[in-house]
């Protein structure tokens, strides 16, 4: 009986400290943050007015998460001049896909804790006069060492191609 009580008490303490790791996992990006500019890379848009858009200043951009457990609330803020325009994203990082209404069509997110990252892949179907595109991204978070600096590198594919970017915010 002993030996049954100490085998249980053994694999409780072990249950309970693989579940501590576990929680420990996860990397914690709430808080708030701002874009670094100069850290971030940006994909060129062919086609655009370049003088045009050399000119204009560029929006400052504001993180703001909120994180509980596998739920994240991002709200994203952009500033130009006297114009803020904010949105909110509410992911669930358990690796289900969210299916919700996008513009012009329907989205599915789903976003899911790999190690030490964060990775969100969104599907979106626009509807269309010649028919549906199907457009996704692919985006990555991770932290530096110290929490100090939140990476976020996305791939974008559509029927024009594969974009890359890479977005560094530091924690304000």
Do not use: C
Not at 85 to 113: C, E, I, K, P, W
Not at 150 to 160: A, E, N
């Amino acid at each position: 009986m002993r030996r049954l009580q100490r085998t249980i008490g053994t694999m409780t303490l072990l249950l309970l400290g693989v579940g501590v790791v576990a929680a420990q996992a996860e990397p914690q990006f709430a808080g708030s943050w701002v874009l670094d500019r100069s850290q971030s890379q940006f994909p060129t848009h062919e086609g655009r007015d370049q003088g045009r858009d050399a000119q204009a200043q560029p929006p400052e951009v504001k993180l703001m998460v909120e994180q509980h457990g596998i739920m994240l609330k991002v709200t994203r803020t952009m500033t130009r001049g006297t114009r803020e325009r904010s949105m909110t994203d509410t992911l669930v990082a358990d690796g289900s896909d969210q299916a919700h209404q996008g513009y012009r069509g329907n989205a599915v997110t789903r976003a899911a804790f790999e190690g030490d990252r964060l990775v969100v892949t969104q599907t979106h179907v626009k509807k269309g006069e010649p028919g549906d595109r199907t457009m996704s991204r692919q985006s990555i978070w991770t932290l530096s060492p110290d929490g100090r600096v939140l990476t976020i590198d996305t791939t974008m594919h559509s029927p024009r191609g594969d974009r890359a970017m890479k977005t560094v915010y530091v924690r304000s």
